[in-house]
C-alpha cells in the first residue's frame, strides 16, 4: 500500500470542535462523516481500516483526508 501523503493533525480546539459537532448531532449527515473521518485519520487510522468503519469507499476517504485539512475545519 502507498504511503500516506496527507496527514491529518488538529489543534485540541479544532477538535473539540469537530467532538462537538457529532456529539450534537445536529449537522447535515455528509458533515458528521467527514467529522468522523477526520478524527479516525488523526488517530492514524489508514484509509483501509476508515473504510468498514464509516461505510465509506476508500476513495472517499482518501478525498477528506486530502481536501479538508488544506480548507481549515469544516464549519459546524
Same mark, same amino acid.
Given at each position: 500500500? #502507498?504511503?500516506?501523503?496527507?496527514? $491529518?493533525?488538529?489543534? /485540541? =480546539?479544532? !477538535? ?6 457529532? &456529539? &450534537?448531532?445536529?449537522?447535515?449527515? !455528509? +458533515? @458528521?462523516? +467527514? %467529522?468522523?473521518? @477526520? @478524527?479516525? %485519520? =488523526?488517530?492514524?487510522?489508514?484509509? %483501509? =481500516?476508515?473504510? #468498514? @468503519?464509516?461505510? $465509506?469507499?476508500?476513495?472517499? $476517504? &482518501? ?5 479538508? #485539512?488544506?480548507?481549515?475545519? #469544516?464549519? /459546524?
Amino acid at each position: 500500500m #502507498p504511503k500516506k501523503i496527507f496527514g $491529518v493533525r488538529w489543534s /485540541p =480546539e479544532a !477538535r473539540q470542535q469537530l467532538q462537538s459537532s457529532i &456529539h &450534537h448531532g445536529q449537522r447535515a449527515a !455528509r +458533515r @458528521l462523516t +467527514r %467529522a468522523r473521518i @477526520l @478524527l479516525l %485519520a =488523526e488517530a492514524q487510522g489508514s484509509d %483501509a =481500516e476508515i473504510t #468498514p @468503519l464509516r461505510g $465509506v469507499s476508500r476513495a472517499t $476517504v &482518501h478525498r477528506i483526508r486530502k481536501s479538508d #485539512p488544506a480548507r481549515g475545519l #469544516p464549519h /459546524p
